[in-house]
Each structure stands twice: as C-alpha cells, then as structure tokens.
C-alpha cells in the first residue's frame, strides 16, 4: 500500500491517540489501512505539555513527542498516513466515499471516526473581534508573544490549569479566572497552581466584554455574587473552557447526540454499520488520552470483525 492508492480496508480519520491506535491495530490485524491526519498530526495533545498519566512513562512526556511516536508506530504497521482532511463523507452505502482536502476521493470497507474535539470559544462579540489580537485558544501556541505581561486564563478545569501554568514560563503575571468558587482540575494540578507565585486564581468572575484598539488591552469580568464589575488590563486572554465535538461533516450522516457527539453502541458502532467512531468524538465523560487509544483499539477490532462479516 501507498499514498497513490485511493482503497483501503479501514480508513480512519482523526489522529489523535484514538485515530493512531485504531490505525495501529488496522494495519496490524491485516487490513490495508490509511489515516486522514491533518496537516499537524497530533490533535488536542499538540498543545499539551507534560502528560504524566498516560501509562508507560516513569517520567512526564512532551505531549507532541508521545504523537509522534504513535504516528511513527503506525507508519511502522504499514498504515498509510496522509497529511490532510477528510472534508465530505457519502456514508450511505459501501464502500463509503471520503474526498480529502487536496479534492481526491477514496474509499474504504470500513470507516473509523475519531475527529476528536475543537476547543470552545465563549461566544461574546467582543471575543469574535480580538481572537489573534490578544484573544487565544491555544496558549502552547501564542504564550511565546506575551513575555514579560500579564495575562488572564479562562476557565476552572485542567485545560486552563496547564495553560496557565504554561504560560508563567512568559508572562509576569497569570490571572486564572473561574466561574464558580472551585476548581474543577484535577487535584496535582491545583496543588501545582497554588505553589506558582506567579499565579491568582480570581474565583466567581465571568468575562463580560474584552476591550481595546487594534489589540486587547484589558478585559472586563463580572463578580456573579455582587454583580461588580472587575478589570483586568491585560494584552493576552487565554480562553480554556473546554472543548466541542468535531462532527461538523458527520452531521445528517451518522446519529449524533444532542451536543454533537456521535453516538455509538457497545461495540463502538455509529448508525451506520461499518462506520465506527473512538476517541474524544464520541466520549462524552472521560476525554482522556489513554481512554481514547482504547476506544481506538476497540474500534479498529470490531472493523476489522465488520469486514469479515462482509465478506462472507
Ligand atoms: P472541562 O473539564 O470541561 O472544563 C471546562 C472549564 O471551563 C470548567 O471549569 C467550566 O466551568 C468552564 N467553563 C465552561 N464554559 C464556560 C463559560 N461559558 N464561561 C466560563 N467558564 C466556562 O474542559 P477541559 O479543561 O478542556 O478538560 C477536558 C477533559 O480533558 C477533562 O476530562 C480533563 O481531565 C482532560 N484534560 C486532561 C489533561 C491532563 O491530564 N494533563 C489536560 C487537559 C485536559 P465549571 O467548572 O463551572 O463547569
């Protein structure tokens, strides 16, 4: 099999842990296997910087390092991994239809969904107007520019608890900003949050306007106790408040619930038989990195069993 093929058994799209791990055992099972990565294989754990839960590690590991050993481990398997997106899918009969960013078609026996999920915005206008201007969803990718400022990060769970102390490396000072009066992180990364001298937590605030010129200059927060208005003057605004499904192109074509998760049966079967989904697209309680390569797995076994099924 090679990138000039446009058939494959199981073709799986996504690369994050569940898409990687699907395509591992894909291949490995003895299906002709391909992935459909992106152009920045990886997912949501490109921007992680220390994972110290995900099993086999005595010491932390680089969330994009972690990555890219399981798309080496793939390649290894003989899963053909493309750098591109899946932008349209014909899901209605076999063998189901993919057309890939560059326009290319290619179909496959067996379709494996794990798209993952895209982090949330707040969905103020003012948000809208400075994202790029100050406003950012991703601090491993913008902390870099705001050395020597202070910044806020939006949110209570463990996103907003790594990106902001990710972002003291930077900054001179980091705001946590939460919504209620707790955390949700986990407890190791709360304990690490109060020991970082740079870092407030400003409890029961909700962002309310983000103002500016050209650029954030400040942030406008609400107290939701004493309705007080409190302003931050920070240049950078880190919005971590968790993450939606990315299940835009599945909509109409497989069950998705009410929050645009996939739905999916014991056997991580979609509505559609054939087509299964794994991973962070479908998980609507864990979202964790080795639950998702599991689903990953349980997915690419059922496939691979789909296939034999067919052909008989
Ligand atoms: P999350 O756990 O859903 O937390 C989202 C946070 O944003 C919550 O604190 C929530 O407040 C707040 N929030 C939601 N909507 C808001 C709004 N409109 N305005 C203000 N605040 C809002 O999401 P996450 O932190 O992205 O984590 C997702 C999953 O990934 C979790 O299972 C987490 O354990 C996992 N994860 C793990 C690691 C790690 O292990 N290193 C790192 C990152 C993420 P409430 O608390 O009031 O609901």
Request: net charge neutral; with cysteine.
């Amino acid at each position: 099999m090679t990138e000039q093929n446009t058939h494959f058994d199981i073709i799986t799209i996504g690369s994050g842990p569940a898409g990687f791990t699907a395509a591992i055992y894909a291949a490995r099972g003895g299906a002709s296997a391909a992935l459909f990565g992106g152009v920045a294989p990886g997912g949501q754990l490109l921007q992680t910087m220390e994972i110290e839960n995900y099993p086999g590690f005595a010491g932390p590991v680089v969330g994009a390092d972690l990555m890219q050993s399981m798309l080496n481990q793939a390649s290894r398997m003989g899963a053909i991994i493309f750098r591109e997106n899946i932008t349209a899918v014909d899901l209605s009969r076999g063998p189901f239809a993919l057309i890939a960013g560059s326009g290319k078609s290619y179909t496959a026996g067996s379709v494996i969904i794990a798209t993952g999920a895209q982090a949330r915005w707040l969905g103020l206008p003012s948000e809208q107007k400075y994202i790029g201007k100050g406003v950012s969803g991703c601090a491993t990718c913008d902390g870099f520019f705001f050395r020597g400022r202070e910044v806020c990060v939006i949110g209570g769970g463990d996103s907003a608890a790594e990106d902001a102390l990710f972002l003291t490396k930077f900054a001179s000072k980091v705001y946590l900003v939460h919504r209620r009066d707790a955390l949700r992180a986990t407890f190791r990364l709360q304990e690490k949050l109060r020991a970082a001298p740079k870092i407030e937590i400003v409890y029961d605030h909700v962002p309310e306007e983000f103002t500016g010129e050209a650029r954030l200059t400040g942030v406008n927060f609400r107290n939701v106790r004493t309705g007080a208005v409190r302003r931050l003057e920070t240049t950078g605004a880190f919005i971590a408040i968790g993450h939606t499904p990315a299940t835009k192109i599945f909509d109409g074509k497989v069950n998705l619930d009410g929050s645009g998760y996939i739905v999916t049966d014991a056997r991580m079967g979609t509505s559609v038989p054939g087509v299964f989904a794994a991973g962070d697209v479908m998980d609507t309680r864990y979202k964790q990195a080795v639950v998702a390569a599991g689903s990953g797995c349980r997915a690419a076994m059922e496939a691979l069993l789909y296939l034999e099924e067919v052909k008989k």
